[in-house]
Protein backbone atom coordinates (compact mmCIF):
# COMPACT_ATOMS: atom_id res chain seq x y z
CA UNK A 1 0.00 0.00 0.00
CA UNK A 2 0.99 3.79 -0.47
CA UNK A 3 -0.26 5.62 2.37
CA UNK A 4 -0.20 9.15 1.33
CA UNK A 5 -0.80 11.24 4.63
CA UNK A 6 0.17 14.46 6.39
CA UNK A 7 -0.77 13.55 10.25
CA UNK A 8 1.90 11.04 11.58
CA UNK A 9 -0.54 10.05 14.47
CA UNK A 10 -3.46 8.88 11.57
CA UNK A 11 -0.60 7.48 9.34
CA UNK A 12 0.16 5.09 12.59
CA UNK A 13 -3.16 4.16 13.03
CA UNK A 14 -3.75 3.48 9.37
CA UNK A 15 -0.66 1.46 8.68
CA UNK A 16 -0.79 -0.52 12.12
CA UNK A 17 -4.26 -1.47 10.96
CA UNK A 18 -3.22 -2.62 7.28
CA UNK A 19 -0.19 -4.60 9.11
CA UNK A 20 -2.28 -6.30 11.18
CA UNK A 21 -4.48 -7.29 8.41
CA UNK A 22 -1.46 -8.55 6.24
CA UNK A 23 -0.37 -5.39 3.98
CA UNK A 24 2.81 -4.18 3.28
CA UNK A 25 2.46 -0.32 4.08
CA UNK A 26 4.88 2.15 2.74
CA UNK A 27 3.93 6.18 3.71
CA UNK A 28 5.04 9.54 2.03
CA UNK A 29 3.92 12.62 3.93
CA UNK A 30 3.46 15.13 1.21
CA UNK A 31 2.35 15.39 -2.60
CA UNK A 32 5.59 15.86 -3.60
CA UNK A 33 6.82 13.02 -2.32
CA UNK A 34 3.45 10.91 -3.27
CA UNK A 35 4.19 11.78 -7.11
CA UNK A 36 7.22 10.86 -6.97
CA UNK A 37 6.53 7.19 -5.83
CA UNK A 38 3.67 6.81 -8.03
CA UNK A 39 6.15 7.21 -10.92
CA UNK A 40 8.68 5.13 -9.14
CA UNK A 41 5.63 3.10 -9.34
CA UNK A 42 5.44 -0.61 -7.68
CA UNK A 43 2.35 -0.49 -5.69
CA UNK A 44 -0.81 -2.06 -5.75
CA UNK A 45 -3.27 0.40 -4.35
CA UNK A 46 -2.94 4.23 -3.14
CA UNK A 47 -4.55 5.30 0.17
CA UNK A 48 -4.61 8.99 -0.34
CA UNK A 49 -5.53 12.16 2.47
CA UNK A 50 -7.39 14.86 0.75
CA UNK A 51 -5.78 17.29 2.94
CA UNK A 52 -1.87 18.01 2.40
CA UNK A 53 -0.93 21.26 3.40
CA UNK A 54 -0.62 23.57 0.42
CA UNK A 55 -1.58 21.22 -1.83
CA UNK A 56 -4.50 18.55 -1.69
CA UNK A 57 -5.10 14.96 -3.11
CA UNK A 58 -6.77 15.54 -5.83
CA UNK A 59 -3.38 17.16 -7.11
CA UNK A 60 -1.54 13.90 -6.74
CA UNK A 61 -5.16 11.79 -8.11
CA UNK A 62 -4.17 14.19 -10.92
CA UNK A 63 -0.66 12.81 -11.27
CA UNK A 64 -1.74 9.26 -10.75
CA UNK A 65 -4.22 9.22 -14.14
CA UNK A 66 -1.07 10.57 -16.01
CA UNK A 67 1.53 8.79 -14.73
CA UNK A 68 -0.33 5.37 -13.72
CA UNK A 69 -3.81 5.04 -14.65
CA UNK A 70 -4.52 1.15 -13.67
CA UNK A 71 -3.21 2.44 -9.91
CA UNK A 72 -6.54 2.17 -7.77
CA UNK A 73 -6.93 5.32 -5.24
CA UNK A 74 -8.94 5.52 -2.12
CA UNK A 75 -9.75 8.78 -1.12
CA UNK A 76 -9.66 9.55 2.68
CA UNK A 77 -10.69 12.65 4.26
CA UNK A 78 -12.01 13.94 7.36
CA UNK A 79 -15.59 15.74 5.76
CA UNK A 80 -18.52 13.71 4.63
CA UNK A 81 -19.27 15.89 1.55
CA UNK A 82 -21.08 14.86 -1.40
CA UNK A 83 -19.28 17.20 -3.51
CA UNK A 84 -16.41 15.99 -2.57
CA UNK A 85 -17.06 12.34 -3.47
CA UNK A 86 -18.61 13.06 -6.59
CA UNK A 87 -15.35 15.53 -7.85
CA UNK A 88 -13.08 12.43 -6.20
CA UNK A 89 -14.91 9.74 -8.75
CA UNK A 90 -15.03 12.12 -11.94
CA UNK A 91 -10.94 12.41 -11.31
CA UNK A 92 -10.53 8.82 -11.05
CA UNK A 93 -10.38 7.34 -7.59
CA UNK A 94 -11.58 4.53 -7.10
CA UNK A 95 -13.51 4.79 -3.84
CA UNK A 96 -14.02 6.87 -1.06
CA UNK A 97 -13.89 6.71 2.67
CA UNK A 98 -14.39 9.51 5.78
CA UNK A 99 -11.86 8.96 8.31
CA UNK A 100 -13.02 8.93 11.93
CA UNK A 101 -10.72 6.34 14.04
CA UNK A 102 -13.29 4.50 15.91
CA UNK A 103 -13.60 0.91 16.10
CA UNK A 104 -15.84 0.95 12.76
CA UNK A 105 -13.32 2.70 10.44
CA UNK A 106 -10.33 0.62 11.80
CA UNK A 107 -12.79 -2.17 11.14
CA UNK A 108 -13.84 -1.27 7.65
CA UNK A 109 -10.70 0.25 6.72
CA UNK A 110 -8.79 -3.48 5.64
CA UNK A 111 -12.26 -4.57 4.02
CA UNK A 112 -12.36 -1.37 1.81
CA UNK A 113 -8.82 -1.75 0.98
CA UNK A 114 -9.06 -5.44 0.04
CA UNK A 115 -12.34 -5.06 -1.69
CA UNK A 116 -10.47 -2.46 -4.02
CA UNK A 117 -7.41 -4.38 -4.17
CA UNK A 118 -9.72 -7.10 -5.66
CA UNK A 119 -11.70 -4.59 -8.01
CA UNK A 120 -8.27 -3.65 -9.46
CA UNK A 121 -6.89 -7.35 -10.02
CA UNK A 122 -10.47 -8.54 -11.86
CA UNK A 123 -9.72 -5.11 -14.00
CA UNK A 124 -6.80 -6.14 -15.05
CA UNK A 125 -7.58 -9.63 -15.63
CA UNK A 126 -10.31 -7.99 -17.82
CA UNK A 127 -8.22 -5.98 -19.78
CA UNK A 128 -5.51 -8.79 -20.39
CA UNK A 129 -8.91 -11.44 -21.23
CA UNK A 130 -9.43 -8.35 -23.82
CA UNK A 131 -6.14 -7.96 -24.97
CA UNK A 132 -5.47 -11.96 -25.35
CA UNK A 133 -8.93 -12.42 -26.97
CA UNK A 134 -8.02 -9.21 -29.36
CA UNK A 135 -4.58 -11.23 -30.33
CA UNK A 136 -6.66 -14.43 -30.65
CA UNK A 137 -9.01 -13.21 -32.83
CA UNK A 138 -6.67 -11.60 -35.08
CA UNK A 139 -4.60 -14.88 -35.23
CA UNK A 140 -8.08 -16.97 -36.01
CA UNK A 141 -8.31 -14.03 -39.02
CA UNK A 142 -4.71 -14.04 -40.38
CA UNK A 143 -4.90 -18.18 -40.73
CA UNK A 144 -8.18 -17.94 -41.87
CA UNK A 145 -7.39 -15.95 -44.45
CA UNK A 146 -3.92 -17.78 -44.84
CA UNK A 147 -6.48 -21.03 -46.02
CA UNK A 148 -7.16 -21.96 -49.72
CA UNK A 149 -10.51 -23.10 -48.24
CA UNK A 150 -13.34 -20.59 -48.03
CA UNK A 151 -14.90 -19.68 -44.29
CA UNK A 152 -18.28 -18.89 -44.11
CA UNK A 153 -20.03 -18.28 -40.77
CA UNK A 154 -23.90 -17.95 -40.47
CA UNK A 155 -25.95 -17.20 -37.52
CA UNK A 156 -29.80 -18.78 -36.83
CA UNK A 157 -31.06 -17.03 -39.51
CA UNK A 158 -28.85 -18.46 -42.16
CA UNK A 159 -27.28 -14.88 -42.50
CA UNK A 160 -23.68 -14.35 -43.19
CA UNK A 161 -21.92 -13.45 -40.31
CA UNK A 162 -18.22 -14.03 -41.67
CA UNK A 163 -16.21 -14.65 -44.23
CA UNK A 164 -11.95 -15.47 -44.96
CA UNK A 165 -10.20 -13.69 -48.22
CA UNK A 166 -11.23 -16.98 -49.87
CA UNK A 167 -14.30 -15.80 -50.48
CA UNK A 168 -13.91 -13.62 -53.15
CA UNK A 169 -12.57 -15.88 -55.29
CA UNK A 170 -15.17 -18.55 -54.85
CA UNK A 171 -18.13 -15.86 -55.62
CA UNK A 172 -15.93 -14.98 -58.73
CA UNK A 173 -15.68 -18.84 -60.12
CA UNK A 174 -19.28 -19.50 -59.49
CA UNK A 175 -20.59 -16.28 -61.33
CA UNK A 176 -22.35 -15.09 -57.98
CA UNK A 177 -22.94 -11.36 -57.36
CA UNK A 178 -20.47 -9.43 -56.20
CA UNK A 179 -21.38 -7.53 -53.22
CA UNK A 180 -20.82 -7.89 -49.57
CA UNK A 181 -22.51 -10.76 -48.15
CA UNK A 182 -22.48 -9.74 -44.41
CA UNK A 183 -26.23 -10.14 -43.34
CA UNK A 184 -27.69 -12.14 -46.51
CA UNK A 185 -28.58 -15.01 -46.29
CA UNK A 186 -25.97 -17.61 -48.00
CA UNK A 187 -28.19 -19.95 -49.97
CA UNK A 188 -29.10 -16.36 -51.56
CA UNK A 189 -25.99 -15.58 -52.40
CA UNK A 190 -25.54 -18.45 -55.02
CA UNK A 191 -27.66 -20.07 -57.89
CA UNK A 192 -30.11 -22.17 -56.61
CA UNK A 193 -28.94 -25.90 -57.34
CA UNK A 194 -27.04 -28.65 -55.50
CA UNK A 195 -24.60 -26.72 -53.53
CA UNK A 196 -27.30 -24.53 -51.86
CA UNK A 197 -29.24 -27.58 -51.28
CA UNK A 198 -26.58 -29.37 -49.39
CA UNK A 199 -25.93 -25.96 -47.52
CA UNK A 200 -30.02 -26.20 -46.24
CA UNK A 201 -29.24 -29.97 -45.87
CA UNK A 202 -26.23 -29.50 -43.59
CA UNK A 203 -27.80 -26.59 -41.43
CA UNK A 204 -30.81 -28.71 -40.92
CA UNK A 205 -29.26 -31.98 -39.88
CA UNK A 206 -26.95 -29.72 -37.29
CA UNK A 207 -30.09 -27.93 -35.45
CA UNK A 208 -32.03 -31.26 -35.17
CA UNK A 209 -28.34 -32.50 -33.72
CA UNK A 210 -27.82 -35.18 -36.40
CA UNK A 211 -24.07 -34.61 -35.83
CA UNK A 212 -20.93 -32.54 -34.66
CA UNK A 213 -18.89 -32.27 -38.02
CA UNK A 214 -20.87 -33.14 -41.38
CA UNK A 215 -19.30 -33.56 -44.54
CA UNK A 216 -20.46 -33.54 -47.66
CA UNK A 217 -19.81 -32.71 -51.69
CA UNK A 218 -21.76 -30.88 -54.27
CA UNK A 219 -20.73 -29.87 -58.30
CA UNK A 220 -22.10 -27.07 -59.53
CA UNK A 221 -21.24 -25.15 -63.07
CA UNK A 222 -19.77 -21.93 -63.24
CA UNK A 223 -20.47 -18.68 -65.31
CA UNK A 224 -18.70 -20.24 -68.44
CA UNK A 225 -20.20 -23.86 -67.74
CA UNK A 226 -17.17 -25.29 -66.04
CA UNK A 227 -18.24 -27.34 -63.68
CA UNK A 228 -17.07 -26.63 -59.90
CA UNK A 229 -16.63 -29.38 -57.84
CA UNK A 230 -16.58 -28.82 -53.67
CA UNK A 231 -16.21 -30.43 -50.26
CA UNK A 232 -18.17 -29.27 -47.79
CA UNK A 233 -17.82 -29.61 -43.87
CA UNK A 234 -20.63 -28.05 -41.70
CA UNK A 235 -19.81 -27.58 -38.00
CA UNK A 236 -21.67 -25.95 -35.58
CA UNK A 237 -21.17 -22.78 -33.81
CA UNK A 238 -23.06 -20.56 -30.31
CA UNK A 239 -22.14 -17.55 -29.60
CA UNK A 240 -24.14 -15.04 -27.52
CA UNK A 241 -24.73 -12.40 -30.44
CA UNK A 242 -25.33 -14.68 -33.12
CA UNK A 243 -27.35 -17.96 -31.46
CA UNK A 244 -27.04 -21.32 -32.94
CA UNK A 245 -25.07 -20.72 -36.21
CA UNK A 246 -23.21 -22.75 -38.16
CA UNK A 247 -19.26 -22.47 -39.47
CA UNK A 248 -19.13 -23.72 -43.28
CA UNK A 249 -15.66 -24.90 -44.78
CA UNK A 250 -16.04 -24.81 -48.88
CA UNK A 251 -12.94 -26.81 -50.34
CA UNK A 252 -12.10 -26.65 -54.00
CA UNK A 253 -11.56 -30.51 -55.07
CA UNK A 254 -12.21 -29.90 -59.07
CA UNK A 255 -8.43 -29.85 -60.04
CA UNK A 256 -7.77 -32.84 -57.21
CA UNK A 257 -10.68 -34.98 -58.35
CA UNK A 258 -10.10 -34.44 -62.27
CA UNK A 259 -6.07 -35.77 -61.19
CA UNK A 260 -7.65 -38.41 -59.35
CA UNK A 261 -9.65 -39.69 -62.23
CA UNK A 262 -6.80 -39.35 -65.06
CA UNK A 263 -4.90 -41.22 -62.55
CA UNK A 264 -7.54 -43.71 -62.54
CA UNK A 265 -7.79 -44.32 -66.07
CA UNK A 266 -4.15 -44.22 -66.51
CA UNK A 267 -3.61 -46.86 -64.48
CA UNK A 268 -6.82 -49.06 -66.20
CA UNK A 269 -4.28 -48.08 -69.47
CA UNK A 270 -1.47 -49.21 -67.50
CA UNK A 271 -3.11 -52.33 -66.63
CA UNK A 272 -4.08 -52.74 -69.72
CA UNK A 273 -0.70 -52.59 -71.46
CA UNK A 274 1.22 -54.94 -68.77
CA UNK A 275 -1.34 -57.13 -69.74
CA UNK A 276 -0.81 -57.07 -73.62
CA UNK A 277 3.07 -57.18 -73.14
CA UNK A 278 2.43 -60.34 -70.80
CA UNK A 279 0.37 -61.69 -73.68
CA UNK A 280 3.18 -61.01 -76.05
CA UNK A 281 6.29 -62.25 -74.20
CA UNK A 282 3.81 -65.33 -73.69
CA UNK A 283 3.62 -65.54 -77.34
CA UNK A 284 7.42 -64.34 -77.93
CA UNK A 285 8.19 -67.35 -75.69
CA UNK A 286 5.84 -70.08 -77.17
CA UNK A 287 7.19 -68.71 -80.70
CA UNK A 288 11.21 -68.99 -79.59
CA UNK A 289 10.41 -72.12 -77.93
CA UNK A 290 8.99 -73.31 -80.86
CA UNK A 291 11.91 -72.46 -83.11
CA UNK A 292 14.55 -73.96 -81.02
CA UNK A 293 12.96 -77.17 -81.19
CA UNK A 294 12.73 -76.89 -84.32
CA UNK A 295 16.30 -75.76 -84.98
CA UNK A 296 17.77 -78.66 -82.55
CA UNK A 297 16.44 -81.61 -84.15
CA UNK A 298 18.12 -80.69 -87.53
CA UNK A 299 20.90 -79.11 -85.93
CA UNK A 300 21.44 -82.83 -84.01
CA UNK A 301 20.79 -84.82 -87.19
CA UNK A 302 23.56 -82.51 -89.07
CA UNK A 303 25.78 -83.03 -86.27
CA UNK A 304 25.24 -87.00 -85.79
CA UNK A 305 25.50 -87.62 -89.49
CA UNK A 306 28.73 -85.34 -89.91
CA UNK A 307 30.71 -87.87 -87.01
CA UNK A 308 29.72 -90.28 -88.51
CA UNK A 309 30.88 -89.19 -92.08
CA UNK A 310 34.39 -88.12 -90.09
CA UNK A 311 34.43 -91.35 -88.30
CA UNK A 312 34.93 -92.87 -91.40
CA UNK A 313 31.60 -95.11 -90.08
CA UNK A 314 29.76 -94.77 -93.87
CA UNK A 315 32.80 -95.11 -95.56
CA UNK A 316 36.46 -94.10 -96.24
CA UNK A 317 36.54 -90.62 -96.98
CA UNK A 318 39.71 -88.01 -98.38
CA UNK A 319 41.45 -85.91 -95.82
CA UNK A 320 39.47 -82.81 -97.51
CA UNK A 321 36.00 -84.51 -96.87
CA UNK A 322 36.71 -85.47 -93.22
CA UNK A 323 37.52 -81.88 -92.32
CA UNK A 324 34.60 -80.36 -94.26
CA UNK A 325 32.38 -83.29 -92.04
CA UNK A 326 34.10 -81.61 -89.13
CA UNK A 327 33.52 -77.88 -89.84
CA UNK A 328 29.80 -79.19 -90.76
CA UNK A 329 30.01 -81.06 -87.01
CA UNK A 330 31.05 -78.32 -85.35
CA UNK A 331 28.81 -75.47 -87.19
CA UNK A 332 25.63 -78.12 -85.90
CA UNK A 333 27.24 -77.96 -82.34
CA UNK A 334 27.21 -74.34 -82.40
CA UNK A 335 23.55 -74.51 -83.96
CA UNK A 336 22.33 -77.00 -81.28
CA UNK A 337 23.58 -74.60 -78.43
CA UNK A 338 22.25 -71.67 -79.56
CA UNK A 339 19.12 -73.41 -79.88
CA UNK A 340 19.04 -74.18 -75.99
CA UNK A 341 20.16 -70.78 -75.48
CA UNK A 342 16.97 -69.79 -76.95
CA UNK A 343 14.72 -71.95 -74.84
CA UNK A 344 16.44 -70.98 -71.88
CA UNK A 345 16.12 -67.61 -72.25
CA UNK A 346 12.31 -67.34 -73.61
CA UNK A 347 11.41 -69.75 -70.52
CA UNK A 348 14.05 -68.66 -67.17
CA UNK A 349 12.67 -65.18 -66.76
CA UNK A 350 15.51 -64.75 -64.17
CA UNK A 351 15.50 -67.64 -61.26
CA UNK A 352 17.61 -67.44 -58.36
CA UNK A 353 21.46 -68.81 -59.30
CA UNK A 354 24.10 -69.63 -56.49
CA UNK A 355 27.05 -67.64 -55.48
CA UNK A 356 30.14 -68.41 -57.85
CA UNK A 357 33.28 -66.59 -57.68
CA UNK A 358 33.62 -64.40 -60.78
CA UNK A 359 37.72 -65.70 -61.12
CA UNK A 360 36.41 -68.85 -61.93
CA UNK A 361 33.79 -68.60 -64.48
CA UNK A 362 36.00 -66.70 -66.41
CA UNK A 363 39.42 -69.03 -66.27
CA UNK A 364 36.57 -71.52 -67.38
CA UNK A 365 35.43 -69.14 -70.53
CA UNK A 366 39.23 -69.04 -71.32
CA UNK A 367 39.25 -72.53 -72.51
CA UNK A 368 37.21 -72.03 -75.02
CA UNK A 369 39.06 -71.24 -78.41
CA UNK A 370 42.40 -71.64 -76.17
CA UNK A 371 43.47 -73.21 -79.18
CA UNK A 372 43.36 -71.03 -81.50
CA UNK A 373 44.19 -68.04 -79.77
CA UNK A 374 47.70 -70.14 -79.12
CA UNK A 375 47.98 -70.82 -82.66
CA UNK A 376 47.97 -66.91 -83.59
CA UNK A 377 50.44 -66.20 -80.76
CA UNK A 378 47.87 -64.48 -78.62
CA UNK A 379 49.13 -64.04 -75.07
CA UNK A 380 46.56 -63.98 -71.83
CA UNK A 381 47.32 -61.08 -69.49
CA UNK A 382 45.05 -61.20 -66.26
CA UNK A 383 44.77 -58.03 -63.85
CA UNK A 384 42.63 -60.15 -60.54
CA UNK A 385 42.22 -59.02 -57.25
CA UNK A 386 44.02 -60.55 -54.60
CA UNK A 387 40.13 -61.18 -52.63
CA UNK A 388 38.44 -62.25 -55.43
CA UNK A 389 34.24 -60.98 -55.86
CA UNK A 390 31.62 -63.35 -56.08
CA UNK A 391 28.18 -63.49 -58.66
CA UNK A 392 25.30 -65.40 -59.06
CA UNK A 393 25.25 -66.98 -61.80
CA UNK A 394 23.89 -69.93 -63.81
CA UNK A 395 27.44 -71.04 -64.50
CA UNK A 396 27.22 -72.71 -68.24
CA UNK A 397 24.98 -69.40 -69.55
CA UNK A 398 27.05 -66.93 -67.78
CA UNK A 399 30.61 -68.93 -68.72
CA UNK A 400 28.93 -69.29 -72.39
CA UNK A 401 28.54 -65.61 -72.59
CA UNK A 402 31.84 -64.60 -71.32
CA UNK A 403 33.63 -67.04 -73.81
CA UNK A 404 31.57 -65.05 -76.80
CA UNK A 405 32.72 -61.99 -75.50
CA UNK A 406 36.26 -63.18 -75.35
CA UNK A 407 36.15 -64.58 -78.84
CA UNK A 408 34.77 -61.58 -80.34
CA UNK A 409 37.90 -59.38 -79.06
CA UNK A 410 40.40 -62.21 -79.58
CA UNK A 411 38.94 -62.44 -83.04
CA UNK A 412 39.49 -59.04 -83.90
CA UNK A 413 43.21 -58.41 -82.20
CA UNK A 414 46.35 -58.74 -84.05
CA UNK A 415 48.18 -61.95 -84.36
CA UNK A 416 50.86 -62.18 -81.22
CA UNK A 417 48.87 -59.28 -79.38
CA UNK A 418 48.02 -59.84 -75.80
CA UNK A 419 44.81 -60.28 -74.71
CA UNK A 420 43.87 -58.15 -71.34
CA UNK A 421 41.05 -59.57 -68.48
CA UNK A 422 40.93 -56.97 -66.23
CA UNK A 423 38.54 -57.05 -62.56
CA UNK A 424 37.69 -54.43 -61.35
CA UNK A 425 35.62 -54.89 -57.39
CA UNK A 426 33.54 -51.54 -56.32
CA UNK A 427 32.25 -52.31 -53.33
CA UNK A 428 30.30 -48.97 -52.50
CA UNK A 429 28.18 -49.79 -55.49
CA UNK A 430 28.28 -53.35 -55.05
CA UNK A 431 29.22 -54.50 -58.53
CA UNK A 432 32.47 -56.13 -59.95
CA UNK A 433 33.69 -54.98 -63.55
CA UNK A 434 35.20 -57.27 -65.69
CA UNK A 435 36.81 -55.62 -69.10
CA UNK A 436 38.11 -57.78 -71.98
CA UNK A 437 40.38 -55.69 -74.78
CA UNK A 438 43.06 -56.37 -77.27
CA UNK A 439 44.91 -54.56 -79.15
CA UNK A 440 43.21 -53.67 -82.82
CA UNK A 441 40.21 -54.90 -81.30
CA UNK A 442 37.11 -52.65 -82.50
CA UNK A 443 35.47 -52.22 -79.33
CA UNK A 444 32.36 -54.40 -79.82
CA UNK A 445 31.73 -55.61 -83.13
CA UNK A 446 28.19 -55.64 -84.33
CA UNK A 447 25.81 -58.07 -82.77
CA UNK A 448 24.64 -61.35 -84.15
CA UNK A 449 21.81 -63.31 -82.96
CA UNK A 450 24.44 -65.00 -81.07
CA UNK A 451 25.76 -62.06 -79.32
CA UNK A 452 22.04 -60.81 -78.75
CA UNK A 453 21.86 -63.86 -76.61
CA UNK A 454 24.61 -63.25 -74.53
CA UNK A 455 23.67 -60.08 -74.19
CA UNK A 456 20.55 -61.35 -73.17
CA UNK A 457 21.84 -63.72 -70.44
CA UNK A 458 23.90 -60.47 -69.07
CA UNK A 459 21.23 -58.82 -68.62
CA UNK A 460 19.04 -61.64 -66.99
CA UNK A 461 21.63 -61.92 -64.69
CA UNK A 462 21.67 -58.43 -63.52
CA UNK A 463 24.26 -56.68 -65.86
CA UNK A 464 25.19 -54.61 -67.88
CA UNK A 465 27.42 -54.43 -71.28
CA UNK A 466 29.45 -51.24 -72.80
CA UNK A 467 31.72 -51.55 -75.99
CA UNK A 468 35.43 -49.81 -74.68
CA UNK A 469 36.16 -47.88 -78.03
CA UNK A 470 39.90 -47.55 -78.99
CA UNK A 471 41.07 -44.22 -78.91
CA UNK A 472 42.60 -44.86 -82.45
CA UNK A 473 43.07 -47.65 -84.54
CA UNK A 474 46.05 -49.38 -82.93
CA UNK A 475 45.21 -49.04 -79.16
CA UNK A 476 42.70 -51.33 -77.40
CA UNK A 477 39.22 -51.71 -77.69
CA UNK A 478 36.85 -54.30 -76.43
CA UNK A 479 34.36 -55.20 -73.64
CA UNK A 480 33.26 -54.01 -70.32
CA UNK A 481 31.11 -56.29 -68.40
CA UNK A 482 29.20 -55.18 -64.93
CA UNK A 483 27.51 -57.17 -62.28
CA UNK A 484 26.06 -57.46 -59.25
CA UNK A 485 28.55 -58.25 -56.48
CA UNK A 486 27.34 -60.78 -53.54
CA UNK A 487 29.79 -59.94 -50.86
CA UNK A 488 33.51 -58.11 -51.50
CA UNK A 489 35.77 -60.90 -49.11
CA UNK A 490 38.49 -58.38 -47.14
CA UNK A 491 41.16 -59.71 -45.77
CA UNK A 492 39.62 -59.35 -42.43
CA UNK A 493 36.72 -62.08 -43.13
CA UNK A 494 39.03 -64.36 -45.23
CA UNK A 495 41.48 -64.61 -42.04
CA UNK A 496 38.85 -65.33 -40.10
CA UNK A 497 39.22 -69.08 -38.43
Known amino acids: MLLVEDNPDHADLIGDSLEDAGHEVVHVADAASARQAVSEGGHDLMLLDYTLGAETGFDVLRHVQQVAP?????????????????????????????KSFDRSFMRVLPLYVSKNLERSRLALALVDSEAARERSEAYLRLVMDSLDAVVVGVD?????????????????????????????????????????????EQRTDLALGEASVLRGAAATA?????QLELEVEATPLVAADRGEGVVFVLTDVTERNRARREEAALSARLAQANEELDRLAKARGALVTGVSKELRSPAQSIGGFARMLSSG??????????QAAEVVGRGAARLG??????????????????????????????????????????????????????VLADRSRLVGAIALLIADVANDARDRSALLLGMDPDPGAGEIHLT?????????????????????????????????????PQSRGGWRLTLPSVSIIDEVAASAP
Open 70 to 98: SLPVVVLTGRDDEELVIEAMQLGAADFLV
Open 222 to 226: GPSGD
Open 337 to 390: RLAEDLDYLANNPGDPHPPIVLVDLVTEALEVGADDRRGRKIRIRREFPELPSE
Open 156 to 200: EMFRVTDTNAAWAGLVQRLGAAQRDPIGCRLDELFTKGPLTALLN
Open 436 to 472: IEADGAAGGSPTDLRMEVAIETIRRHGGRLVAVLPDD
Open 313 to 322: SLGALSDKAV
